[in-house]
């Protein structure tokens, strides 16, 4: 079989021709059209990848905001709870306190009532006291209870111990003041005569005395120069009953205790030279024998 080598050319030349047109006119529109859909597909993947990325950023922000509120939400409520709780203390801190403090007021005015009471009942007692022994006894004898107390004093000066009375007479040589003698009564120049020739018998010397009548000193005499002081009174036998009313109302009180004697009055200590408070602060106090 013969080959027709220009119907062979020309079938190529129109083959390549015909390629030609089309990837010309058909191929590359339409691969440009596959191109450009491609790009229009990517960047609206990419568009969408972008904006899933800002909506995440955006929720992950949220969410943190969301956690910062929640967890500032439980600091200020905890602190607003520590806060309450710290103010309820201290109202209750403050009401127990005025409490204490109303108690401790009521107590304290409780405790000055019965000293006020207990004193009165004392002075009155005493008062009471030393008038049935002044009446009994100037019913009974020539001799004024005044001056049987200021017998009984000068008895005491004169027969004080050792001890006691260097004390007192060295107190007597050093003080630059006179002597102070107080009594509860007004003593009579007769009386205060005795008292002078008492103590210079005493302590062998001119001693100078002042006298001063000092109404809280019921029945009772008292001597005070630097610092010393000597005394005389019905105060400690007042005290020993006293003693004893108090103890009879304890065991009245404790129905549990035993039955004990019934206390006795017991005598007044011996009388000694002991410091002195101010006058104006010294008690009477009791020293017998």
């Not at 047109?21 to 990419?46: G, H, S, T």
């Amino acid at each position: 079989m013969l080959i027709d080598w220009f119907t062979v050319g020309a079938q190529a030349i129109n083959f390549i021709i015909l390629v030609w047109l089309l990837k010309r006119f058909l191929y590359k529109p339409i691969l440009n059209a596959v191109d450009a859909r491609e790009k229009r597909i990517a960047a609206e993947l990419a568009d969408a990848d972008a904006k899933k990325a800002e909506a995440q950023k955006e929720r992950d922000e949220f969410q943190h905001k969301n956690e910062e509120f929640d967890q500032q939400r439980a600091a200020l409520l905890s602190k607003a709870t520590d806060e309450v709780k710290a103010e309820r203390q201290r109202l209750l801190d403050d009401a127990r306190k005025a409490a204490d403090a109303l108690s401790a007021k009521r107590q304290e005015a409780l405790r000055s009532d019965a000293v006020n009471l207990n004193q009165a009942i004392r002075r009155r007692t005493q008062q009471e006291v030393f008038a049935i022994a002044q009446k009994a006894l100037t019913d009974l004898a020539t001799t004024s209870l005044e001056e049987r107390m200021t017998e009984v004093f000068t008895q005491r000066l004169r027969t004080m111990d050792g001890k006691a009375k260097e004390g007192l007479g060295e107190a007597l040589k050093t003080g630059s003041e006179p002597a102070l003698v107080r009594s509860a009564f007004d003593l009579p120049a007769a009386q205060r005569a005795a008292i002078q020739k008492a103590l210079n018998e005493t302590f062998s010397a001119e001693v100078h005395v002042r006298f001063e009548t000092a109404p809280d000193l019921i029945s009772g005499i008292e001597l005070t120069t630097n610092g010393q002081k000597i005394a005389w009174s019905i105060a400690d036998y007042l005290a020993s009953l006293e003693k004893g009313v108090g103890e009879l109302l304890k065991e009245k009180d404790n129905p549990e205790a035993k039955a004990e004697p019934k206390p006795k009055l017991k005598p007044a200590p011996k009388m000694e030279a002991k410091p002195a408070s101010k006058p104006e602060e010294a008690k009477p106090e009791a020293k017998h024998t």
